[in-house]
């Protein structure tokens, strides 16, 4: 029994943890816009948006001509942030949002229309935008893009890895109640998408780069070093459970 306990302890503490008390939404589209973080935050399918297979059961599949999903949100003060998602196009460089949160003062943009594979944007952030990632990735097959802000540094990542950041001054700004607009711009009339987008998720933290949904979607991954270490010392203990118990079987002597 206690041996089924350390192990369970040691593999649970090897796993990389989201903080999931700090997810504002999370919508994971197999089949329905619900947000799945608990906050009722509930997404519509707009002009022929559907599902369709996603990197985990279902995705949200949109045509890039005027389709995109969005929620009215609510007017949640961000002092720090993430937005993270899983996304499958036919092309990078193609002028789109991915996500476009525009409610009270938060004006975030994770998207692609500059340099590289991410593009981003938040209005009173000073830089305003950071990109990052290689255009030579694969397309036509899921990717796993981020963006965060933890109030002193903005940073991009892509399938895990840091791949863009600046040092931040300032606050989030902004003036419309828009909501958040996933696959199109704020503004629902441009910059759509042509693709599949799966478990989008914003949280009121900087994700570190092993929380993101690339390590807790359930992807394989390789441990950080922290995690190695951690995994070494429960492997240690789990070893000595085991040599303590095989003494203690051969020190009592058989009666049969």
């Known amino acids: 029994m206690k041996r089924g306990f350390l192990l369970a302890a ?11 008390a700090a997810v504002v939404v999370e919508y994971k ?3 329905t816009g619900i947000d799945t973080s608990g906050n009722g935050l509930n997404a519509t399918l707009s002009n ?4 369709g297979a996603g990197k985990f059961g279902q995705a949200l599949s949109l045509d890039g001509i005027n389709d995109f999903a969005a929620s009215a949100f609510t007017n949640i003060s961000l002092s720090a942030f993430t937005l993270e998602a899983w996304v499958n196009v036919a092309t990078y460089q193609s002028n789109v949002h991915y996500l476009s949160l525009y409610q009270g003062s938060n004006y975030i943009v994770l998207g692609d229309y500059s340099n590289g594979v ?3 944007w938040a209005n009173g952030l000073s830089p305003i935008s950071i990109n990052g990632g290689s255009e030579s990735i694969s397309t036509n097959a899921w990717h796993h893009i981020a963006f965060s802000w933890d109030g002193s540094v903005q940073r991009a990542y892509l399938d895990g ?10 606050s989030l700004s902004g003036n419309l109640n828009q909501g958040l607009v996933i696959g199109a711009r704020y503004s629902k ?3 759509f998408v042509k693709g599949s987008i799966d478990n ?4 009121n933290v900087a994700l570190s780069g092993n929380q993101l949904g690339f390590f807790s979607d359930g992807v394989s991954a390789v441990p950080e070093p922290t995690t190695w270490a951690m995994m070494l010392m429960g492997f240690g203990l789990i070893g000595g459970v085991l040599r303590s118990e095989k003494r203690r079987r051969k020190a009592v002597p058989s009666f049969g």
């Open 118 to 120: 991410i593009s981003t």
């Open 10 to 20: 040691v593999f649970a503490a090897s796993v990389p943890q989201i903080a999931t």
């Open 29 to 31: 589209f197999d089949g």
């Open 48 to 51: 022929g948006a559907t599902y």
């Open 161 to 170: 890895t840091l791949v863009g950041s600046a040092a931040t001054t300032g």
């Open 200 to 203: 989008v998720r914003i949280s």
């Open 189 to 191: 009339d441009t910059q």
